[in-house]
């Protein structure tokens, strides 16, 4: 059973950099969407982005300019750089795997990042 | 971007009770619709993708329909297990958007 587990800062200041890595164990096959996705705290769900198995990308134009995602496929690593934080970036992210077809059916658990000075 | 709105945004329901959760695209979307359930301090769990189709290991009494703008999840009896937040999910067109969500309780 695939399992995601994201790392990553913990509270980080405004105008830096936000980098997130999640570590992908007991997946079989390659054809899959790696995506990074947030939760504002008591808000909904948003899409940050995806890397495709090949290495192409794909992201929400509203976060495009300041958002990077790579995979490693030698350790099934990928991760999420956000840059030039501020407030509004605090949320929940996750890192969850989408299928071929594009439904997302595993997510990691989350991990809180609170942008404050 | 497709926009994803999603009604009522909470309900509140006896056990047993079938519960109805609709969710309306912008423009078509075809059957390129997943149904997420969210449980306080969890992260989401697919529920129902392609509109119609029951993810493995999801209980019988959730069930889908729709197709184009139009769609909806059916909890065919309500169980307390069921108290959550559920989100629908477009993924014909980037940016993948979601529903604004349903938190659904018990009476």
């Known amino acids: 059973q695939v399992h995601l587990q994201e790392s990553g800062p913990g509270p980080v200041k405004p105008s830096e950099t936000l980098s997130l890595t999640c570590t992908v164990s007991?997946?079989?096959?390659?054809?899959?969407?790696w995506n990074w996705i947030r939760q504002s705290p008591g808000k909904g769900l948003e899409w940050i982005g995806y890397?495709?198995?090949?290495?192409?990308?794909n992201y929400n134009p509203s976060l495009k300019s300041r958002v990077t995602i790579s995979l490693d496929t030698s350790t099934i690593q990928f991760s999420l750089s956000l840059r030039s934080l501020t407030a509004a970036d605090t949320a929940v992210y996750y890192c969850a795997r989408g299928r071929y077809t594009g439904e997302i059916d595993s997510w990691g658990q989350g991990t809180l990042v609170t942008v404050s000075s | 971007d497709i926009q994803m709105t999603q009604s009522p945004s909470s309900l509140s329901a006896s056990v047993g009770d079938r519960v109805t959760i609709t969710c309306r695209a912008s423009?078509?979307?075809?059957?390129?619709l997943a149904w997420y359930q969210q449980k306080p301090g969890e992260a989401p769990a697919l529920l129902i993708y392609a509109a119609s189709t029951l993810q493995s290991g999801v209980p019988s009494r959730f069930t889908g329909s729709g197709s184009g703008t139009d769609f909806t999840l059916t909890i065919g009896s309500l169980q307390p297990e069921d108290v959550a937040t559920y989100y629908c999910q477009n993924y014909d067109t980037a940016p993948l958007t979601f529903g604004g969500g349903t938190k659904v309780e018990i009476k």
């Open positions: 423009q078509g979307i075809s059957t390129s």
């Open positions: 890397i495709f198995y090949t290495g192409s990308t």
């Open positions: 007991g997946v079989s096959g390659s054809r899959y969407y």
